[in-house]
Structure formats: C-alpha cells, structure tokens
C-alpha cells in the first residue's frame, strides 16, 4: 500500500514542495529570475501530471487502495496551496485569491470527513465543477511561476492572474454546490 508505483508518484507531489519553495531562494548566483521562474514552473508541470498519471497506473496495475484514495487529493491540495501561498510571497497572486483556495480546501475536506463519517458522502462526492475548478487551478499556477512571455507571444502573467481569479469564482461555486448537496443531512443533524 505504502510502496506501490502510484502511491510514490503520489507521494512525489508532497515531496516537490519544498523543491519548487527552495528554488526561489536559491543564490541569483546560481540562477536568475528568469531561470528560477522556468525551474519551478517545469517541477510544478511535472509533479502535477503525476496525479492524472498516479490514478492511471492504479487502475492499470489494479493497486488502488483506500490509502491511496486518501493521500492522492491531500497531495494535490499540499501542492496548490504551497505553490499559491508562493505566488503571493512574490506578488504574482492577490491574497484575497489565497484565502479563498485555502479556505474552501480546508472547508469542503471537512465537510467530506463529516459526510464520510455519517455515511452520506456520495452527497459530497467530486462533480464536474470542482474538476474543472482543479483544471483552471493547474492551468493559472505554472502561467504565474513563469511571469513571462511564452514563445514570444502569450503574457503568461496576465493570463494567469485571470485564470487564477477564474478558479477562485469556480472554488466558490464548487464549495456553495457542496455545501447544497450537504444541507438536507446537516439539516437532519441539528437537532
């Protein structure tokens, strides 16, 4: 359970934050701005295609497990939230953005473990928004660590602080769609 191929590649994604934190504090002796925003923007890519390519092996192999169904989403939000609480150390991301990816993170996996606990949790199960949030997410995050212009033509910093609004506006949607689904059992708790 521990050491199969797709429970590492998840655990690759916990492992990298420190990598893509540690390159920004790397000597500009050892690599420029520039460099710097190429190296993490390549780790994040790298690391993040490992949660499509984890899920795959696992069916593929058949080495699913409930630990890995547990450590696959937390390692997916481990690196988001380190890579985006990053962007607004650098000002590349506005706080309010943070806040509200951080929040819902902390929000709806909560929600989940309460869901899971009562029994109810295909009323939280993942829906198609919070998929596309995730995507939007993936997509706005390595545009932000670049902060340049790709292949002389994309602004890859303007395009990723629109994509990283566009995914705050899906978080939100996301957590009020689960926070719907999850009233009719709240509602049947509360007494």
Same mark, same amino acid.
């Given at each position: 359970?521990?050491?199969?191929?797709?429970?590492?590649?998840?655990?690759?994604?916990?492992?990298?934050?420190?990598?893509?934190?540690?390159?920004?504090?790397?000597?500009?002796?050892?690599?420029?701005?520039?460099?710097?925003?190429?190296?993490? *923007? &390549?780790?994040?890519? !790298?690391?993040?295609?490992?949660?499509?390519? %984890? @899920?795959? /092996?696992?069916?593929?192999? +058949?080495?699913?497990?409930?630990?890995?169904?547990?450590?696959?989403?937390?390692?997916?939000?481990?690196?988001?939230?380190?890579?985006?609480?990053?962007?607004?150390?650098?000002?590349?991301?506005?706080?309010?953005?943070?806040?509200?990816?951080?929040?819902?993170?902390?929000?709806?996996?909560?929600?989940?473990?309460?869901?899971?606990?009562?029994?109810?949790?295909?009323?939280?199960?993942?829906?198609?928004?919070?998929?596309?949030? *995730? &995507?939007?997410?993936? !997509?706005?995050?390595?545009?932000?660590?670049? %902060? @340049?212009? /790709?292949?002389?033509?994309? +602004?890859?910093?303007?395009?990723?602080?629109?994509?990283?609004?566009?995914?705050?506006?899906?978080?939100?949607?996301?957590?009020?769609?689960?926070?719907?689904?999850?009233?009719?059992?709240?509602?049947?708790?509360?007494?």
């Amino acid at each position: 359970m521990f050491t199969t191929i797709p429970t590492i590649m998840t655990w690759t994604r916990i492992f990298a934050i420190p990598l893509i934190v540690g390159v920004f504090y790397l000597p500009d002796a050892f690599a420029n701005p520039a460099e710097k925003n190429l190296i993490a *923007t &390549v780790m994040f890519v !790298v690391f993040a295609a490992t949660d499509w390519l %984890d @899920g795959y /092996l696992a069916r593929r192999l +058949n080495q699913t497990s409930s630990f890995g169904a547990f450590l696959d989403p937390v390692a997916d939000k481990f690196l988001v939230c380190a890579c985006v609480l990053v962007l607004v150390h650098l000002q590349r991301a506005d706080v309010f953005v943070a806040l509200i990816i951080i929040g819902r993170e902390i929000a709806i996996s909560a929600l989940r473990e309460w869901m899971a606990q009562i029994g109810a949790s295909k009323s939280v199960a993942v829906h198609m928004i919070g998929k596309l949030k *995730t &995507v939007v997410q993936m !997509v706005a995050i390595p545009f932000l660590l670049f %902060d @340049g212009v /790709l292949f002389g033509l994309v +602004n890859t910093h303007q395009w990723g602080v629109w994509l990283i609004w566009m995914a705050a506006v899906l978080t939100v949607w996301s957590m009020v769609y689960y926070l719907q689904k999850a009233v009719p059992e709240i509602r049947a708790r509360a007494h």
